[in-house]
């Protein structure tokens, strides 16, 4: 079975500066999905991004990107010019290809506040 | 264009009753799932419907919990003789599939907020 860590419970960052939240995985199997997903005080999950292991290029979504180690199993995401609407809880995810199980396992989130 | 929907928002119930959770999906999305969050943790698989496919029970913590869904529409999570350990959000997510890539991400609903008294 697999399983995602993210190592820190809360982070914080200045408006405008850049921060890096952690996410390892563990796994066996070759090929799969990583995803980031954001989760304000509505509750609703929105996906920030995703990446798939065969790419060796790290996903970039304007001010999101991640940096992913297969090797290291690692994925972490960094936010760059930080905004006070980012606060969130940020879950990383893992998704194993189609036919070898659909459902997403989680990480137990990252809590991200924004000074201003 | 609308997303996925849940109903209710909020649930307080008693001990011991028997609650049903309702998810509307994103119309076109064959595949369905449920998760549950517990306070301050992360999100747990529950089950997954594809198509007209047997589902996939594997996370359903106890036969106390079961799930339908009509089609490729609607379902349903109910959940009988409520425990206070069963207080939790529970998370609605549909996606299109099998093609893969960017086609089978899965987009959530709002939840439901499931309180046991």
């Known amino acids: 079975a697999q399983t995602v860590t993210q190592s820190q419970p809360e982070m914080s960052v200045q408006e405008a500066e850049t921060v890096t939240l952690s996410c390892t995985y563990d796994t066996s199997e070759s090929d799969y999905y990583l995803f980031w997903y954001k989760q304000p005080p509505s509750r609703q999950m929105i996906l920030v991004i995703r990446?798939?292991?065969?790419?060796?290029q790290n996903a970039t979504e304007n001010r999101f990107s991640v940096n992913f180690q297969k090797a290291a199993k690692s994925f972490s995401l960094k936010i760059s010019d930080s905004q006070l609407g980012d606060a969130a809880m940020y879950f990383c995810?893992?998704?194993?290809?189609?036919?070898?199980?659909?459902?997403?396992?989680f990480g137990g989130g990252t809590r991200l506040m924004v000074k201003p | 264009g609308a997303g996925v929907s849940q109903s209710p928002s909020n649930k307080v119930t008693e001990k011991g009753k028997d609650v049903e959770l309702r998810c509307d999906p994103i119309s076109g999305h064959t595949a369905l799932y449920w998760y549950r969050q517990r306070l301050g943790q992360g999100l747990e698989f529950l089950i997954y419907?594809?198509?007209?496919?047997?589902?996939?029970k594997s996370g359903l913590p106890s036969d106390r919990f079961s799930a339908e869904r009509t089609g490729e529409s609607v379902s349903t999570l109910t959940i009988q003789r409520t425990q206070q350990e069963d207080s939790a959000v529970y998370l609605c997510?549909?996606?299109?599939?099998?093609?893969?890539?960017?086609?089978?991400?899965?987009?959530f609903g709002p939840g439901t907020r499931l309180t046991v008294l």
């Open positions: 995810a893992y998704r194993s290809l189609p036919n070898a199980g659909n459902m997403l396992t």
């Open positions: 990446q798939e292991a065969y790419k060796q």
């Open positions: 419907f594809q198509g007209n496919s047997a589902p996939d």
């Open positions: 997510a549909s996606s299109r599939y099998p093609s893969g890539g960017a086609a089978d991400t899965q987009y």
